[in-house]
């Protein structure tokens, strides 16, 4: 089931608004976040829209949880943050997904909740080409 609006079911430019494609996984998509003034912030969007993780089954529930520990252990081989933050929201685009969001002593956010979209830090085509190549190495 897709939802023609959202850019997690749609990509291209829709996705493109915020996000960059990096892979499928189980039953989940992987997306680097394209402000990254959290170094490494991924999202793991589920294949189909849903807007609750209870509206999903069991088995399906695990393998999204599994995508989303894959893609956490990934996120700390590279980045190596202190903290990982995880976010689940959707109130207004209802589709099941988790920030990853890393957290680094004394960095910017450190000991509070992190900004949605904090429009802070964007990199250059290159190194969110190189970001999402180490990703995919330690996935």
């Given amino acids: 089931m897709k939802d023609c609006n959202c850019g997690y079911c749609m990509r291209g430019e829709l996705l493109e608004k915020f996000g960059i494609y990096i892979c499928d996984l189980q039953v989940s998509t992987l997306i680097l976040f394209k402000e990254q003034s959290k170094r490494g912030r991924c999202i793991v969007a589920y294949k189909d829209h849903v807007s609750e993780i209870v509206d999903i089954s069991e088995e399906q529930r695990n393998l999204f949880i599994a ?26 685009g209802c589709h099941l997904h988790v920030h990853l969001c890393p957290k680094y ?26 970001m999402i190549e180490d990703i995919k190495k330690a996935l």
């Fill in 67 to 92: 995508d989303v520990t894959r893609v956490a252990k990934a996120i700390h081989k590279v980045f190596k943050p202190d903290k990982l933050n995880y976010g689940a929201y959707g109130d207004t």
């Fill in 105 to 130: 002593k004394g960095g910017d956010e450190w000991g509070g909740t992190f900004q949605m979209n904090p429009q802070k830090v964007y990199l250059s085509d290159e190194e969110y080409k190189q």
